[in-house]
């Protein structure tokens, strides 16, 4: 079955601990997008990525990287530089030209 | 990046027609109005989406008002398993991506 997975579904780590985040699609497609999500909060876009190695800062990109080595692979990395990083990471693709994004199940980061 | 207004929360019967409401007083010419639910502690779903015309899927329908600055999503007999936050969101094409910008949603309560 085609989708995307997010690893691991719940993360801890100590304060000023880099992070990376996994994100895999085999939808073929050209688009990935990460998200985060505050409790009782909508979506704020981090970072995307329209194709591979090509990548753009979304609304709140300070405190993350991210790569797109691969066309399956989007990458996050929380930094310790990101002064509140605890929150419910998504992960998503689209097709090129199409608009429907397809959403991961999540990773729900917690920095102790 | 035009907005969208939506009641914090609704609730329903089950096996009842719901109507959830989005006033986007601001959507320019070219803005799709698309709609997302998520369920609780999982990404967001795309339920449907329309530029002028009421479209309908299996999912639900969406009625677009003729000046475009509302729509109402409608779920013809909700059922338990619809119960989740509901987006609605216009979609802008902005610096190379279809962009989506999240409010805070509308909270779906099914009531057996």
């Known amino acids: 079955d085609g989708g995307i997975t997010q690893s691991p579904k719940y993360l801890f780590r100590k304060e000023g601990q880099n992070v990376t985040l996994s994100c895999e699609q085999n939808?073929?497609?050209?688009?990935m997008y990460w998200y985060r999500q505050d409790p009782g909060q909508g979506l704020r876009l981090i970072y995307y990525?329209?194709?591979?190695?090509?990548?753009q800062k979304g609304d709140i990109a300070e405190g993350y990287s991210v790569s797109r080595e691969k066309k399956e692979s989007f990458p996050l990395t929380v930094t310790s530089a990101q002064k509140n990083p605890t929150a419910f990471y998504l992960c998503?693709?689209?097709?090129?030209?199409?608009?429907?994004?397809?959403f991961g199940p999540g990773t729900r980061l917690t920095v102790l | 990046d035009a907005k969208t207004t939506q009641p914090n929360s609704m609730e329903s019967n089950e096996e009842e027609p719901v109507h959830l409401p989005c006033n986007h007083s601001t959507i320019s010419g070219t803005d799709y109005i698309h709609w997302y639910r998520q369920l609780p502690s999982q990404g967001p779903e795309y339920v449907i989406h329309?530029?002028?015309s009421n479209v309908n899927n299996r999912m639900a329908s969406l009625a677009i008002a003729e000046d475009r600055k509302s729509s109402t999503l409608i779920l013809h007999r909700a059922t338990l398993r619809d119960a989740a936050v509901y987006y609605c969101i216009l979609r802008s094409f902005s610096g190379g991506y279809n962009k989506l910008i999240f409010g805070a949603g509308t909270r779906l309560a099914v009531h057996p």
């Open positions: 998503a693709s689209s097709r090129e030209v199409d608009y429907e994004q397809f």
């Open positions: 329309g530029l002028t």
């Open positions: 939808l073929n497609h050209d688009a």
């Open positions: 990525s329209q194709i591979v190695n090509d990548f």
